[in-house]
């Protein structure tokens, strides 16, 4: 079992930066694989960025890359993501994820994932 959540989110003007922050259960935090996911209203939940359990591999959609950035810190049992360079088309409500057990071939789908954040609100204006 994993609790997660979110905080973080924030309104911003397009072109800022914001760090949103997952606090996860303690003892077996670092077995799990992570993930951000998003999701805008009327639209499907989106992967964003995983991380392995060690933090040695990440992983990203490419409509992100080069902008955000995903890290975990597992003594403290904290998940991050560091947006910079925000555009409104990032407007969303972000979402924290673990998976017990994660294929690669399966890493980018919600389905994986065993446990969720609540979700914390990223809106970013023109």
């Known amino acids: 079992q994993v609790q997660l959540v979110e905080s973080g989110g924030g309104l911003v003007q397009a072109g800022g930066s914001l760090r949103l922050s997952c606090a996860a259960s303690?003892?077996?935090?670092?077995?799990?694989?992570l993930a951000w996911f998003r999701q805008a209203p009327g639209k499907e939940r989106e992967f964003v960025a995983a991380?392995?359990?060690?933090?040695?591999?990440?992983y990203y959609t490419d409509s992100v890359k080069g902008r955000f950035t995903i890290s975990r810190e597992n003594a403290k049992n904290t998940l991050y993501l560091q947006m910079n360079s925000l555009k409104p088309e990032d407007t969303a409500v972000y979402y924290c994820a673990a998976a017990a057990r994660l294929s690669a071939e399966l890493r980018v789908g919600a389905r994986s994932y065993d446990y969720w954040g609540q979700g914390t609100q990223v809106t970013v204006s023109s």
């Open positions: 303690g003892r077996l935090f670092s077995s799990y694989p």
């Open positions: 991380i392995s359990r060690s933090g040695g591999n990440t």
